[in-house]
């Protein structure tokens, strides 16, 4: 009696739980539409520039984080995180030497 009382309720916690990511999913694309929206209107407002406004900056930058400046191997290097606004921070490659570095930061920090 008891293996099929726990049955049941796994199989409605699986209903429960398949209900939560399919509203999760909805919301996602919801959320992704919404933001794409708004920056297809930024985006058309701005058709053509000539010169990069600081009105024009916050429109599209959410946040910018400056961290403390290190020097490795007689250079100072600043890691800079922008943040904007509808897609978040953007991720773009850096050079191996850079990228090794890093890693033997975070080696050594752990």
């Known amino acids: 009696m008891f ?5 049941v309720r ?12 399919e509203q999760q999913k909805v919301d996602t694309y919801e959320q992704n539409k919404s933001d794409f929206d708004r920056l297809s209107a930024i985006l058309c407002k701005y058709v053509g520039i000539t ?3 600081p009105t024009i900056v916050n429109e599209f930058v959410k ?3 400056a961290h403390a400046p290190e020097k490795i191997g007689g250079k ?4 800079v995180n922008i943040i904007f606004n509808f897609v978040g921070e953007i991720h773009l490659p850096t050079d191996p030497q850079t990228e090794q570095k890093e890693t033997n930061k975070q080696e050594k920090t752990a």
Do not use: A, M, Y
Request: charged share 35%; glycine share 8%.
């Open 76 to 79: 100072h290097f600043q890691k």
């Open 63 to 65: 946040k910018i984080v």
């Open 3 to 7: 293996k099929s009382v726990r049955r």
């Open 10 to 21: 796994s199989g409605t916690e699986r209903t429960d739980i398949k209900g939560n990511i």
């Open 51 to 53: 010169e990069l406004t």
